[in-house]
C-alpha cells in the first residue's frame, strides 16, 4: 500500500526545534540548509549593522538582523538572511512569522547553495512581490540589486569596491560593497 503524500505548510513544521539550521517550505517541499559559515554571518553582521541603523535613524520600518519566518504562501515559507518592512506595512507582521512580502529582503549567497539564492528565491520573492532584493556575493565581492516593476525584478545595479548599493526603498544610504564582502 502507498503512502499519500502532501506538500507541507507553515503548520507542519511550525514546532520544530530552530537548531537543525535553516527550515525553508519551497512549493510544498522541504529544503534544509546548514547553519551560515562564519564568513556568512560576518558579511551579514555588516551590511545589517549599516542598514538597520538607516532605518532608524530615518524612522522608516522595522529591519531584521536575524532570520526570520516568512510566509509567502500557503506552500511558501522562507527565512532570509536579512529583511526590511516599511512601518506602513508592518500589519504583515504576526509574531513569531511575517505573513506577507516584505519590502526589502537581503540574501547572502552561499555557494553550497548558490542557485537555490539567485534563482528559487529571486522567482519566487519577485513573483510573490517583495520590493527590492539584494544579492550579495562574496565571491564576485559585489552587491546586486534588484527592484520589483509591473511585477518582475529590474536590475538596479550591481556594486562592487568604490560603489554605493542603489535602492529605491532608501535615498541616500551610503553604502559601499567593499565594507560588506
Not at 511585477?151 to 545595479?157: A, S
Request: charged share 25%.
Amino acid at each position: 500500500m502507498a503512502a499519500a503524500i502532501r506538500p507541507l505548510t507553515w503548520d507542519d513544521i511550525k514546532e520544530w526545534p530552530e537548531y537543525h539550521g535553516r527550515t525553508e517550505i519551497v512549493n510544498g517541499e522541504l529544503v534544509m540548509s546548514p547553519m551560515p559559515s562564519l564568513h556568512h554571518q560576518d558579511i551579514c553582521m555588516r551590511v545589517g549593522t549599516a542598514v538597520l541603523a538607516f532605518v532608524q535613524q530615518h524612522g522608516l520600518g522595522k529591519f531584521y538582523l536575524l532570520p526570520v519566518h516568512v510566509i509567502l504562501s500557503e506552500r511558501v515559507h522562507y527565512e532570509p538572511d536579512l529583511c526590511f518592512i516599511s512601518k506602513e506595512r508592518l500589519h504583515i507582521l504576526e509574531d513569531p512569522v511575517v505573513k506577507g512580502p516584505h519590502d526589502l529582503i537581503i540574501e547572502v549567497i552561499s555557494e553550497s547553495n548558490r542557485t537555490h539564492d539567485t534563482v528559487v528565491k529571486f522567482r519566487d520573492y519577485e513573483r510573490f512581490g517583495v520590493r527590492e532584493y539584494w544579492l550579495v556575493d562574496p565571491r564576485e565581492e559585489h552587491i546586486g540589486s534588484y527592484a520589483l516593476e509591473a511585477g518582475h525584478y529590474v536590475l538596479l545595479g550591481i556594486s562592487g569596491r568604490g560603489d554605493t548599493i542603489h535602492s529605491r526603498l532608501f535615498e541616500g544610504l551610503d553604502l559601499d560593497p567593499a565594507s560588506i564582502v
